[in-house]
Nanobody, 126 residues
């Protein structure tokens, strides 16, 4: 049973920083990608960033490039999302996701990800 548990969300002022964590358990997670998605009120869930367990290749959506960094700790099965220079439009529930086995498509689409956490709320005040 794969489990993904996010933490680190909260309320922060614009310009501030947060680091989200995702603890993964229940299977061997390499190779493949882990990702962060987010869903703002009234909007569809969108891709934020992804990282390969092996090699550390990363992808980011344009709106967070230069402000966010995804990283992982293979030994502890942890994935992080460091978010800096936060903006009110970053307000959303942030979800950690684990890629489905043997996926060979794009790593920035929801379809790639089979396992999801419960989400952690990030609120950025102006």
């Amino acid at each position: 049973q794969v489990q993904l548990v996010e933490s680190g969300g909260g309320l922060v002022q614009a310009g501030g920083s947060l680091r989200l964590s995702c603890a993964a358990s229940g299977r061997t997670f390499g190779p493949g990608f882990m990702a962060w998605f987010r869903q703002a009120p009234g909007k569809e869930r969108e891709f934020v960033a992804s990282i390969a367990w092996s090699g550390g290749r990363t992808y980011y959506t344009d709106s967070v490039k230069g402000r966010c960094t995804i990283s992982r700790d293979n030994a502890e099965n942890l994935v992080y999302l460091q978010m800096n220079s936060l903006k009110p439009e970053d307000t959303a529930v942030y979800y950690c996701a684990a890629e489905r086995e043997y996926w060979h498509g794009s790593h920035d689409t929801e379809h790639a990800y089979k396992y999801w956490g419960q989400g952690t709320q990030v609120t950025v005040s102006s």
